[in-house]
Structure formats: structure tokens, C-alpha cells
């Protein structure tokens, strides 16, 4: 039988912190080392020209750095996959399915997707890019057939989205491919 899978991963937008390893980092090597799951650690590269497209230098040049500090912690890529999110077109290539299944009006409801428009003051130079990376966050995750997506509970409603395209897809090409998955949260907001 085999393990449930857990995808997660980092947008490379700078150096990561203390508040990433006690937020995130620290967690993921416990997961990896129970050896109860599947791990895949991404560095979201594509994600992160949403809304630093004009900056990619700063990508460019933290993916290695981010690359180590998985390392650093303890990522062990004999137990853990360890990719970069553009180094796999195919995700690219479901999303565009994907946007297929998902109508405008849905993204901006998107809870998340609205707080993050207001927090980053786009105000109608709203990047479409950024628009609709709930639809490519959905293929990363649905790619890899994850059950497990640990995330902040803001993040709450982008699972919720992924949930609704995977049933979207399931039922308009009348298949059972697609894994609906569930939220790893934190048990306190401090966390």
C-alpha cells in the first residue's frame, strides 16, 4: 500500500528565516522522518513571478539559496522530493485545463486571492499572472496526487478552490483521476 503524499513548497522571493523553520521547515523534516508520508518540497519559481515578474533576478538567485537551507535543516533527498516548480512544464500545461473549468467571478471571490490584492495595493493593475494562481496552485498540487497540503489557515479557501476544480474535472471528463485534497493546519494561528 502506498503512503498518503503531502506536497508543499516555498515561493524563492528572498532568504528564509527563523519564522520559516519554526512556521514551516522544522514540521517538514518532522513529516519526512516519520516516514509515514511521501514528501514533495517545491520551490514555487512560476508562483513567485506572479507578482515579482519584475524582479526575477531576485527568484533566480534565491532558489539556490532556498535550495540549501532545505538542506540545512534537514531535507534529506533520499527521503524527500525536492523540485523546482518550472522545471516541470506539465504543471503549466494543467493549469491551462484547468482555467477551462474555472470561471472569472469564482477567482475574485476567492477570499485569499482578495486579501492578498488589497495587501500588495494592485489596485486595476491587477497582474493576471496573480489572478489566477489559485488554478496553478491547484495543478501543483493535483500533479503529484497530494492528500496533504500543509498551509496557513488564510489558505483555507485556495484548498477549497483546488477541491472544487479536481471535482470539476473528475465529472466533466467522467473519470476519478483527480485526488481532492485536504488542509494540513495549524493548530493555533501562532504556529
Partial sequence: MS???????????????????VGRL????????????????????????????????????????VALDYLAVGLDPEKTTIFIQ???????????????????????????VKSE????AFGESIPTGFLVYPIA??????AFKANYVPVGNDQKPMIEQTREIVRSFNHTYDCD???EPQGLYPQNEAA
Fill in 3 to 21: 503512503k498518503p503524499i503531502i506536497l508543499t513548497g516555498d515561493r524563492p522571493t528572498g532568504k528564509l528565516h527563523i519564522g520559516h523553520y
Fill in 26 to 65: 522544522r514540521n517538514r523534516v518532522l513529516l519526512q522522518d516519520k516516514g509515514e508520508y511521501e514528501l514533495f518540497v517545491f520551490l514555487a519559481d512560476q508562483q513567485a513571478l506572479t507578482d515579482h515578474a519584475k524582479d526575477p533576478k531576485t527568484i533566480v538567485e534565491s532558489i539556490g539559496n
Fill in 86 to 112: 518550472s522545471q516541470i512544464p506539465e504543471l503549466s500545461e494543467l493549469s491551462m485545463y484547468y482555467m477551462n473549468l474555472v470561471s472569472l467571478a469564482r477567482l475574485e471571490r476567492n477570499p485569499t
Fill in 117 to 120: 490584492i488589497a495587501q500588495k
Fill in 137 to 142: 496552485q491547484a495543478a501543483d498540487i493535483t
Fill in 177 to 179: 483521476v483527480l485526488v
